[in-house]
Nanobody, 116 residues
Framework: QVELVESGGGLVQPGGSLRLSCVAS????????MRWYRQAPGLERELVAS????????NYADSVKGRFTISRDNAKNTVYLQMNSPKLQDTAVYYC?????????WGRGTQVTVSS
């Protein structure tokens, strides 16, 4: 079955950097668009970034544009989110997501806390 497992979260200082990873299994990873979402306490889940199956096209939320970079390694079935210059408001649980055969699949998430 489809499985998405995130890792790499933790505590990071404002202005630092952190890289999140999401390892996928159970489907042909290289054929599917992948997305990173996040959810902060008391707020709705929001789309952070997306990347096409080949990695040729990416999109970002305005709030992270220029600071975060989504990428993928299809040989490793892994999608990444490089977080540079994080801000306090980037604190959230970050989730990896894809749509496979019309169904949404989510990982369990990884907590990112930005604090000095």
């Amino acid at each position: 079955q489809v499985e998405l497992v995130e890792s790499g979260g933790g505590l990071v200082q404002p202005g630092g950097s952190l890289r999140l990873s999401c390892v996928a299994s159970g489907f042909f990873f290289s054929l599917y668009e992948m997305r990173w979402y996040r959810q902060a306490p008391g707020l709705e889940r929001e789309l952070v970034a997306s990347i096409t199956s080949t990695g040729d096209n990416t999109n970002y939320a305005d709030s992270v544009k220029g600071r975060f970079t989504i990428s993928r390694d299809n040989a490793k079935n892994t999608v990444y989110l490089q977080m540079n210059s994080p801000k306090l408001q980037d604190t959230a649980v970050y989730y990896c997501q894809t749509v496979h055969h019309g169904a949404d699949y989510w990982g369990r998430g990884t907590q990112v806390t930005v604090s000095s």
